[in-house]
């Protein structure tokens, strides 16, 4: 079975430094991967897409790298802030069963 | 206000109890969704609607049901709610196809079964 596999433990980064989480998948070939932040006690807020035949997609501070041969996901957040604190799951799609989600990463950001 | 919005945010309830969950969404979206969410568990997808007329089951419908009373409503019911259906409960919508597009959730249900 399908099986997506995000850092459990959590993630402690300086301010100002680069957090960088990871999404390892196996026995799929997604189409997409979408990746979300979600605060304690919220839903999920969608952040980014990127598309199988797409290296590398930006957003202002944010940056999704997707390598299909390693079956790999990278979310980059730079000059990381305190209030960039929160747990951020990865998403893959593309099967005919939707939206596959990871567990999720807690990123703590420390002033 | 909230674009979806969920009802009851909170929910403590008895094992045997008949408990519905209500969403409604004011995006014009087609596409509504359920997920639950347990710690360790991450998000899973219980039931889903493309439109009023078509409703899916989802990785874990067991014990669930649902109804599609318009495009902006999506209700989720637990006929008889038992203990291992405490979880924070997820309503979603999409204007794309499901993996394609973004998703966007409600603030979540909160339901305790005692």
């Known amino acids: 079975s399908q099986k997506i596999e995000q850092n459990s433990e959590a993630l402690n980064i300086q301010e100002g430094k680069t957090a960088t989480l990871t999404c390892n998948y196996t026995?799929?070939?997604?189409?997409?991967l979408q990746w979300y932040r979600q605060d304690p006690g919220r839903g999920p807020v969608f952040l980014l897409l990127?598309?199988?035949?797409?290296k590398e997609k930006r957003k202002e501070r944010l940056k999704v790298t997707f390598d299909t041969t390693l079956k790999q996901s990278l979310f980059h957040i730079t000059a990381s802030q305190p209030a960039d604190s929160a747990t951020y799951l990865c998403?893959?799609?593309?099967?005919?069963?939707?939206?596959?989600f990871g567990k999720g990463t807690h990123l703590i950001i420390q002033p | 206000d909230a674009d979806v919005t969920q009802t009851p945010r909170n929910r403590i309830t008895k094992t045997g109890k008949r408990i519905m969950l209500e969403c409604s969404q004011t995006?014009?979206?087609?596409?509504m969704y359920w997920y639950r969410q347990d710690p360790g568990l991450g998000l899973r997808l219980i039931y889903y609607?493309?439109?009023?007329?078509?409703?899916n089951k989802g990785e874990i419908s067991d014990g669930y049901s649902v109804s599609r009373q318009a495009q902006a409503k999506f209700s989720l019911s637990l006929e008889s709610a038992i203990p291992n259906q405490t979880a924070l409960y997820f309503c979603?919508?999409?204007?794309?196809?499901?993996?394609?597009?973004?998703?966007?959730f409600g603030e979540g249900s909160r339901l305790t079964v005692l």
């Open positions: 979603a919508t999409s204007r794309e196809e499901w993996n394609t597009g973004e998703l966007f």
């Open positions: 026995n799929y070939s997604p189409a997409y």
């Open positions: 990127i598309r199988e035949n797409e």
């Open positions: 998403a893959l799609g593309g099967g005919a069963d939707g939206l596959t």
């Open positions: 995006k014009g979206h087609d596409r």
């Open positions: 609607s493309f439109d009023v007329k078509d409703i």
